[in-house]
């Protein structure tokens, strides 16, 4: 017997009218399986932001060696630090700019 529904292979037998009813209840679970890995992904990546790819990683031999460094300083970084730094984000403020930025391409 098969699980209405989930399908493996080359299986071309038409769904059983009746298993439409379980359509709503396996696409409950799976957004709700959904919601919870963003909600777990979401501070892990705030938290830890040296464990996935940045920009950087993919540029010269100058700034992958600067993620190098960087990696191994956060490496240090305690579990308390890291959330107040995430916790604090918000509410720090921008320094404004010593000299404005000049427009390259004005005329």
């Keep these: 017997m098969r699980i209405p529904l989930i399908r493996s292979g080359h ?3 038409p769904i059983a009218w009746w298993g439409w009813f379980f ?3 396996v696409w409950t679970i799976l957004i709700t399986l959904l919601f919870v890995l963003a909600g777990v992904s979401i501070p892990y990546f705030m938290l830890y932001p040296e464990r996935h790819a940045h920009e950087l990683d ?3 031999e100058r700034q992958r ?3 190098r460094r960087y ?3 956060t490496a240090r970084v305690s579990l308390w630090r890291r959330c107040g730094r ?3 984000s918000p509410f720090r403020r921008t320094l ?4 404005p930025v000049r427009d390259t391409w004005q005329a």
Excluded at 96 to 99: E, L
């Design 58 to 60: 993919f540029g010269t």
């Design 11 to 13: 299986d071309t037998t």
């Design 86 to 88: 995430v916790l604090a």
């Design 71 to 73: 990696r191994r300083f």
């Design 65 to 67: 060696e600067v993620m």
């Design 23 to 25: 359509a709503p209840l």
């Design 96 to 99: 404004p700019r010593s000299r």
